[in-house]
T-cell receptor, first 114, second 110 residues
Framework: GAVVSQHPSWVICKSGTSVKIECRSL??????MFWYRQFPKQSLMLMAT?????????EQGVEKDKFLINHASLTLSTLTVTSAHPEDSSFYIC??????????FGSGTRLTVV | RKEVEQDPGPFNVPEGATVAFNCTYS??????FFWYRQDCRKEPKLLMS???SGNEDGRFTAQLNRASQYISLLIRDSKLSDSATYLC???????????FGAGTILRVKS
């Protein structure tokens, strides 16, 4: 099956620092990667759509300068949370369309900003 | 109207019970639908895909009613391990973006 590897699984950082989250498609090429955020007891909310070799498309209300997305290759997309604040603490998860396997998700990154 | 709506529950049922969840969607042009299962602090995992009137896989049955724009998920003979949040997911017709329902919490108790 199609696997998306996401790292790190959890991270604690100080307010004002930046955190990079990586998602790699291990056995397929992901031309498009989706980045979601999930707050406690809420559903996944799409933040942005990342396309290989082009700029990401951000959903309304998501600051593109704060959440930097890079999709430099067909197997790697990164999300960098810049100048993190406690309100950015959340569960971040990526997803890619993997053909017949449907949409496959990374294992998620739990970010805690202190 | 929300794009995808679900009853948040929780549904508390005993082992062996049959339980059904409904999900309504707003985009009448949607062609495919998914039910995902999400365990606490984990990523969603695909449970079933629905492309036509329905789909069945073991104890799980998904049905689609296009006229009323809802999808249902039926779980028979509930197991303790079925306890999770069940997410109704509808791709948007443009850009392959997925819209998630808020999820329905199921708790199966012995």
């Amino acid at each position: 099956g199609a696997v998306v590897s996401q790292h790190p699984s959890w991270v604690i950082c100080k307010s004002g620092t930046s955190v990079k989250i990586e998602c790699r498609s291990l056995d397929f090429q992901a031309t498009t990667m989706f980045w979601y955020r999930q707050f406690p007891k809420q559903s996944l909310m799409l933040m942005a759509t990342s396309n290989e070799g082009s700029k990401a498309t951000y959903e309304q209300g998501v600051e593109k300068d704060k959440f930097l997305i890079n999709h430099a290759s067909l197997t790697l997309s990164t999300l960098t949370v810049t100048s993190a604040h406690p309100e950015d603490s959340s569960f971040y998860i990526c997803s890619a369309s993997a053909g017949v396997y449907g949409y496959t998700f990374g294992s998620g990154t739990r970010l805690t900003v202190v | 109207r929300k794009e995808v709506e679900q009853d948040p529950g929780p549904f508390n049922v005993p082992e062996g019970a049959t339980v059904a969840f409904n999900c309504t969607y707003s985009n009448s042009a949607s062609q495919s639908f998914f039910w995902y299962r999400q365990d606490c602090r984990k990523e969603p995992k695909l449970l079933m895909s629905v492309y036509s009137s329905g789909n069945e896989d073991g104890r799980f049955t998904a049905q689609l009613n296009r006229a009323s724009q809802y999808i249902s998920l039926l779980i028979r003979d509930s197991k303790l391990s079925d306890s999770a949040t069940y997410l109704c997911v509808v791709p948007m017709e443009y850009g392959n973006k997925l819209v998630f329902g808020a999820g329905t919490i199921l708790r199966v108790k012995s």
